[in-house]
């Protein structure tokens, strides 16, 4: 191995400037695939903490995500069954018996309930209607459960909502549409006609803009006096210490007690499955760039073959084996592959660096001050070994054909 | 008659290529070269002589007839036994040199012994560097091929076909691209290394004179022996 070494790399330092270019086709393609895949992963990793972090991982909904059954479908379950006429019954809504289920459910290891009431309400101030989420919310649960506190970001955190008589925390976006500032006071009317006076005792800014532009928070009670639902809770939100074993919890609970329960996965279901999507089209992409590499090493290890039929023949005729022609040939292709991924992990690093330097500030779903990256030595490795396979596999043909030479036909040609 | 066994020998050796009029090189040869011994294979051009030869080193395969090397019938031997069997006991010497350009010419001399394994990465260098300067190129280690005259470069060449000690040297036309002093010079080696080594040496050569020189001369006709 040692000597296919020694020969392998004679040949390769012989035509430097070939070597090299081969080489920086397979950095460039290793480097991009690094920044790609950091870029990718980091606003992914970004986006989901964010959605962990600042949203529960379930929540459990006064809803049921099918009617229920009638008796006749219970009685013929298998029987071609059509009830008409059907009208539902004015059910009350909101969870039943929700402190229990909150008792049961702080009694399971690594669980946080933020028992809420969430009600539509209209905000009016200074002539302006804006219609917005009330979350009417128990401060020590929340402040357990959520890190809402975190992003309050006017002094006093979530206490301050017992500072006022009707104290209301308003998210950074939906204050500026109403054009309020913290200690305005703002009517508040909610869908039953109950009408409220409120205190703007805080704002928060948690940077999904679809949260801060929407969402306020209220004690409990009295946001149960403003939806007229005395005693009434419609969602019980729930943060783990695993969020990643959410979507079994939700599916354990909602067999328990019927409620709909969803996990934060399902909640954003779509935008998992777009961020899958993104990361097959990069994979695809990465990998047709060191596809295109991997042509160079062919040229380059093709061209070697060509140039050095005549000491082929010889180490053949010195009692060199077929298989340590090839395999010369195949390191050829290896070491390009590996001293470029040596290379390309450089320019990756690089590029990380640089790209992590370059600020601007895009509100989108989430607000974006730069890049965010996530480089791990899982996208170094996977980007190495594939440019290095690649490689290797690219000079598979040319060293075939070189093991494949006659001596004879050559020394013949070459007198 | 000799009654020891032979360095080489060919029995009825025949190499025909295959086509719509088959090319017969090498026809029915018996051949046999003692240990020790230098022998000069001529004859026209296209007579068989270099056919032979590769036979004779195992680089081609014969259609009939077998080729002995001390006393070891090489036809039942696989490709892989034929491979060693050339880097243990055969050394080559073509018209063209043959050194692999990136490498010293030190680094050309110990290639065939870094690929036995036999001796220490020292025990190499210090094998080598003796072969250069028994072949009068002492000093020249270091330099690279295209640093050499042709006369130097073949000289390499022929310490490199020495490097592991083989018994047999097989040489096609060693001198066909070089002028008379230095043809004189590679034959001498050849003389030196049969007389004071014990090589057997089998030459190609178009040249009579240098064949004269030689122990004994093979004439070759159209694929037979004839002389």
Known sequence: ?415 | MNLETPAIEARSLSRILPGLVPAVLVDGVDFRAEKGELVAITGASGSGKSSLLYLLGLLDEPTSGSVIIAGQDCAPLSDAERTYLRLERLGFVFQFHFLLAEFTVLGNVCMPMKKLGRLSDAEQDAHGRALLKELGLQGFEKKLPEQLSGGERQRVAIARALANAPGILLADEPTGNLDSKNSRIVFDIFRNLARDHGKTIITVTHDHDLAKTCDRQVHLADGKVVA
């Open chain 1, 1 to 415: 191995m040692k000597l296919l070494l020694h020969i392998a790399l004679g040949h390769l330092l012989a035509r430097k400037r070939q070597t090299l270019v081969s080489m920086m086709g397979v950095a460039m393609g290793v480097g991009f695939s690094i920044a790609m895949a950091s870029l990718m992963e980091g606003s992914q990793r970004d986006f989901i903490t964010r959605i962990v972090d600042n949203m529960p991982h379930i929540v459990i909904k006064d809803e049921f995500r099918a009617n229920p059954l009638q008796p006749v479908d219970l009685l013929f379950q298998k029987g071609a069954v059509e009830l008409k006429g059907l009208k539902p019954k004015d059910e009350i809504r909101g969870i039943k018996a929700p402190w229990n289920k909150i008792e049961a459910l702080e009694a399971l290891p690594g669980l946080k309930v933020a028992p809420t009431l969430s009600s539509q309400i209209f905000l009016s101030f200074g002539g302006k209607d804006v219609s917005a989420t009330l979350l009417g919310i128990d401060v020590e649960r929340e402040r357990q459960a959520t890190s809402i506190e975190a992003d309050i970001v006017t002094e006093g955190g979530l206490d301050s909502l017992h500072t006022a008589a009707n104290g209301l925390i308003l998210g950074r976006g939906l204050a500026a549409k109403l054009g309020a500032q913290p200690n305005d006071t703002l009517t508040a009317t909610s869908a039953s006609g109950v009408v409220m006076k409120m205190k703007v005792v805080g704002l928060f800014h948690t940077g999904i803009i679809s949260v801060d532009s929407s969402q306020s928070y209220a004690l409990l009670k009295k946001a149960q006096i403003l939806a007229d639902r005395p005693n009434v809770i419609n969602l019980m939100r729930i943060k783990m210490s695993d969020p990643m074993a959410a979507v079994d919890m939700a599916l354990m609970l909602e067999s328990r007690w019927g409620y709909k329960s969803e996990s934060w996965q399902e909640s954003n279901e779509g935008l998992l499955g777009a961020f899958a999507i993104r990361n097959a089209v990069m994979y695809i992409t990465v990998s047709a760039i060191l596809i295109v590499a991997s042509f160079g090493i062919f040229n380059v290890v093709s061209t070697v073959v060509y140039e050095k039929t005549r000491d082929i023949a010889i180490l053949r005729s010195m009692g060199f084996e077929p298989s340590d022609i090839k395999g010369i040939f195949l390191l050829e292709g290896f070491l390009v592959g590996l001293l470029g991924a040596l290379l390309g992990w450089g320019l990756g690093f690089g590029l990380c660096q640089i790209l992590g330097m370059i600020r601007f500030n895009i509100k989108m779903m989430t607000e974006v001050q730069g890049f965010i990256l996530h480089s791990t030595w899982i996208h170094y490795t996977l980007s190495g070994a594939v440019a290095a396979t690649s490689a290797t596999l690219a000079s598979y043909l040319p060293a075939r054909k070189a093991s494949r030479l006659k001596p004879v036909d050559t020394i013949r040609g070459a007198a």
